[in-house]
């Protein structure tokens, strides 16, 4: 299965739009498959964290394979009171306090690690819930963008499908193989 999305994202490198525009056409069949092969690779937890918009499906499928909540944050503020607020360089983040209560463990998901400035304002919802996380998941890391690395010197373990790189050429797959 990995072999195959591999092959199937190298095809699709024109670029970060040819392959983002790829990987949110998947149907709920092929999200299925990719959240149990993403899902074997990281560690049990108590709920799935993810951001609303393109993780969100991904994230939703890894929470139904592992039968535990999913919980989505998003970047524009809620209009109720109870809300957990991470921010991270650019990247302000919102989450219900109801949601994240009692939880004590977390995977994060997300369908692309670039920078990982988003996968860090959602430690800071995690945290501020008391919750630890525990694994970051994602279908494609821009190896070259320094996210891995971000989340890696946090002592966060990080599990992705596939790597492509940014080169003189445009898109290309990661052949440093996986960190």
Do not use: C, W
Not at 3 to 20: D, G, M, P, Y
Not at 43 to 58: F, R
Not at 107 to 134: E, F, H, K, P, W
Request: hydrophobic content about 45%; charged content about 20%; cysteine-free.
């Amino acid at each position: 299965m990995n072999t195959a999305f591999k092959e199937q994202v190298n095809q699709h490198l024109e670029s970060e739009r040819s392959l983002e525009q790829f990987l949110g056409f998947q149907t709920p069949a092929q999200q299925f498959e990719l959240s149990a092969a993403l899902s074997q690779l990281l560690p049990q937890a108590d709920a799935v964290l993810t951001l609303l918009g393109s993780g969100q499906g991904l994230g939703f499928a890894v929470a139904l394979e592992r039968k535990v909540p999913l919980i989505v944050a998003q970047d524009r503020p809620f209009k109720f009171e109870g809300v957990y607020v991470s921010e991270v360089d650019d990247k302000i983040l919102f989450a219900l306090q109801d949601h994240l209560e009692g939880v004590k463990s977390v995977v994060v998901i997300q369908d692309v690690l670039r920078r990982g400035y988003s996968s860090l304002g959602l430690v800071g919802l995690a945290a501020q819930a008391g919750a630890q996380v525990v694994g970051f998941g994602a279908l494609v890391e821009y190896s070259n963008l320094g996210g891995r690395n971000r989340l890696e010197m946090m002592n966060f373990p990080v599990q992705v499908l596939a790597q492509v790189a940014h080169t003189p050429r445009g898109l290309q797959p990661e052949r440093r193989g996986v960190y």
